[in-house]
């Protein structure tokens, strides 16, 4: 069965060394989390958070909903 998980995009080696060191290493572990949660990671910087954005939405995915009040 081939796996179905999407590689996430090329970004900076400290915005995906920040994500992989949290877990993510494809779009559906991305989702798991909510943009402020990625954009706080040390390395991840605006044009990381905007590629990931849209390879998510590419795949109707997107990050989780942030359910602070």
Same mark, same amino acid.
């Given at each position: 069965? #081939?796996d179905e998980?999407? #590689?996430l #995009?090329?970004t900076?080696?400290p915005?995906? @060394?920040? %994500?992989? $060191?949290?877990? +993510?290493? &494809?779009l559906?572990? $991305?989702?798991r &989390?909510t943009?402020?949660?990625i /954009?706080a990671l040390h390395? +991840?910087? #605006?044009k990381a %958070?905007? %590629?990931?954005?849209? /390879? $998510?939405?590419e795949r109707? $995915?997107?990050f @989780?909903s942030d359910?602070?009040p």
């Open positions: 069965m #081939p998980r999407t #590689p #995009p090329k900076s080696n915005a995906t @060394a920040a %994500i992989n $060191l949290a877990g +993510v290493y &494809f559906e572990d $991305l989702a &989390f943009e402020a949660e /954009a390395g +991840v910087g #605006p %958070i905007r %590629i990931w954005k849209a /390879a $998510l939405a109707g $995915l997107a @989780a359910s602070s």
